[in-house]
């Protein structure tokens, strides 16, 4: 039960979403050409999609890189085989 509300819940907040791609949408208004106008300005990187995550967001792409790393760490510890001793006569 609670998960079908949880769900109604999010369907719903979606509604007032713009549609995909819409060209009148908040960020394609403001957002987009403001780092479009000002990203070589800004960080003096000519890839729009390069300072955007590398500078702009540098933080943030710092903490998703830090997540994936830990959780490959995590997969390779829980998944290695252990060597066996020689435990006497077995």
Do not use: Q
């Amino acid at each position: 039960m609670i998960v079908m509300i949880v769900g109604a819940m999010l369907i719903y907040g979606t509604l007032d979403m713009p549609k995909w791609a819409d060209p009148n949408a908040p960020a394609a208004l403001h957002v987009s050409p403001r780092y479009i106008e000002k990203t070589l300005e800004e960080t003096a990187t000519p890839n729009v999609v390069t300072s955007v995550l590398a500078d702009y967001r540098g933080y943030d792409t710092l903490g998703e890189t830090s997540v994936i790393f830990t959780a490959g760490i995590s997969c390779i510890l829980l998944l290695r085989k252990k060597k066996r001793e020689n435990s006497g006569g077995r």
